[in-house]
């Protein structure tokens, strides 16, 4: 079932869609998260829309597709809103998710010791960029360009998923629904200038 009326863009409507995972042809067959981002946001309808970033993008397209009760996939879409305008390719985004990903895994177990080094890294860079470090800027730019970002938000997905085999499926839900809600919301407003992107000691966002 898909909403009967379109919102202004940015804003959640009413009447919200089922969502569904996978891709697909028309609103009229149905939509997955990202999907339904493409139709608020005034884009053409696709998994990929130019609005929202595409670290950010990917791991909401793999969380839309992770959950299993449907009731948890349809409340993503009250996160629409912080999905949409994170398109400008900010070089932060993709350190924000995966260090997001990661900080989540460690709340639900200990860290193998290849992730935690992987925080640690996405950490660091996250603060190199936001002071400004050109050459952290170059590289994060010449990884997007040789290596899809897909790839680095499903593996680091991968470590959250690993740490929740086994659990109920009501918990295993709601931490992913809970890792895209914090995330999404981080990268938003370091998108929008609304916070700075500094490093929290637990690796979140320190809001002003």
Not at 82 to 93: H, K, Y
Not at 119 to 148: F, I
């Amino acid at each position: 079932m898909w909403m009967q009326r379109r919102a202004p863009a940015g804003r959640v409507p009413d009447e919200l869609p089922v969502l569904d995972r996978g891709q697909h042809r028309s609103p009229e067959t149905g939509a997955c998260l990202m999907e339904y981002v493409s139709v608020l946001a005034g884009d053409r309808f696709t998994d990929h829309p130019r609005c929202t970033d595409p670290a950010l993008a990917a791991l909401a397209r793999l969380v839309n597709d992770r959950i299993e009760r449907g009731a948890v996939r349809n409340a993503l879409a009250r996160l629409a809103p912080d999905l949409i305008g994170t398109g400008g390719r900010d070089p932060r985004v993709t350190p924000v998710v995966v260090a997001g990903c990661l900080r989540a895994a460690e709340a639900a177990g200990p860290l193998p010791r290849a992730a935690a080094r992987r925080l640690a890294r996405a950490r660091a860079r996250l603060a190199r960029l936001e002071r400004g470090d050109r050459r952290t800027l170059v590289l994060v730019r010449c990884e997007r360009l040789v290596s899809p970002v897909e790839g680095a938000v499903g593996s680091a997905l991968a470590v959250l998923t690993d740490r929740l085999r086994g659990r109920p499926r009501r918990e295993s839900d709601t931490r992913l629904h809970d890792l895209l809600r914090d995330v999404a919301a981080d990268c938003h407003a370091i998108t929008q200038g609304t916070v700075p992107a500094e490093p929290t000691e637990g690796g979140g966002l320190r809001r002003g």
